[in-house]
Antibody, heavy 118, light 109 residues
Framework: QVQLVQSGAGVKKPGASVMLSCKAS????????IHWVRQAPGLGLEWLGT????????AYAQSFQDRVTVTRDTPTSTVYMELGSLRSEDTAVYFCAREMSPGHFDYWGQGTLVTVSS | QTVVTQEPSLTVSPGGTVTLTCASSTGAVTSNYYSNWFQQKPGQTPRALIYTTSNKHSWTPARFSGSLLGGKAALTLSGVQPEDEAEYYC?????????FGGGTKLTVL
């Protein structure tokens, strides 16, 4: 069965970076896009960026363009998201989600909490 | 600055019908926006309900349907159940980026 298992949460200091991972299983990793979405406490969902695991091509939300990098490691079927220059407003639960075909979002990771605090 | 707008809150009676909408600041939402709808209950991961405007997942209850209505993406719940009380988010595609609406808190009362 399709699974997206996330890891890498924790407490980070302002100005630091965090790298989160999303390990995919149960399907052909290179066939479907992976997206990153976050949710600050009590707020809505926010799209951060995406990667085509087959080509490595990426796209990012304009407001995160200079701070976020999404990469993949094909042998381990893992997608990574690094967010730099952390500030308190980056405190959120971060999710990865699969896009099975254009516009067809289906499975989500369980989410990981990143807390930015001095 | 692109903005996706949803009703902040709606209330519906059990067994009733309610339509949630999703508007884009860029103009009418069409099938090219690949609209998706997600349900999120407190403390849970979002669950996909509808993709590419009107397509249901295998797990989507039959009472949920997606459409385009008056230039907006729409999610209609017919025969609402108490367990449908949740936050609902739409997601639209803008070529090289995606954007969520602010969410609609649906209360079943």
């Amino acid at each position: 069965q399709v699974q997206l298992v996330q890891s890498g949460a924790g407490v980070k200091k302002p100005g630091a970076s965090v790298m989160l991972s999303c390990k995919a299983s149960g399907y052909t990793f290179t066939s479907y896009f992976i997206h990153w979405v976050r949710q600050a406490p009590g707020l809505g969902l926010e799209w951060l960026g995406t990667i085509n695991p087959g080509s490595g091509g990426t796209a990012y939300a304009q407001s995160f363009q200079d701070r976020v990098t999404v990469t993949r490691d094909t042998p381990t079927s893992t997608v990574y998201m690094e967010l730099g220059s952390l500030r308190s407003e980056d405190t959120a639960v971060y999710f990865c989600a699969r896009e099975m075909s254009p516009g067809h979002f289906d499975y989500w990771g369980q989410g990981t909490l990143v807390t930015v605090s001095s | 600055q692109t903005v996706v707008t949803q009703e902040p809150s709606l209330t519906v009676s059990p067994g009733g019908t309610v339509t949630l909408t999703c508007a884009s600041s860029t103009g009418a939402v069409t099938s090219n926006y690949y609209s998706n709808w997600f349900q999120q209950k407190p403390g849970q991961t979002p669950r996909a309900l509808i993709y590419t405007t009107s397509n249901k997942h295998s797990w989507t209850p039959a009472r949920f349907s997606g459409s385009l209505l008056g230039g907006k993406a729409a999610l209609t719940l017919s025969g609402v159940q108490p367990e449908d009380e949740a936050e609902y988010y739409c997601l639209l595609h803008y070529g090289n980026f995606w954007m969520f609406g602010g969410g609609t808190k649906l209360t079943v009362l």
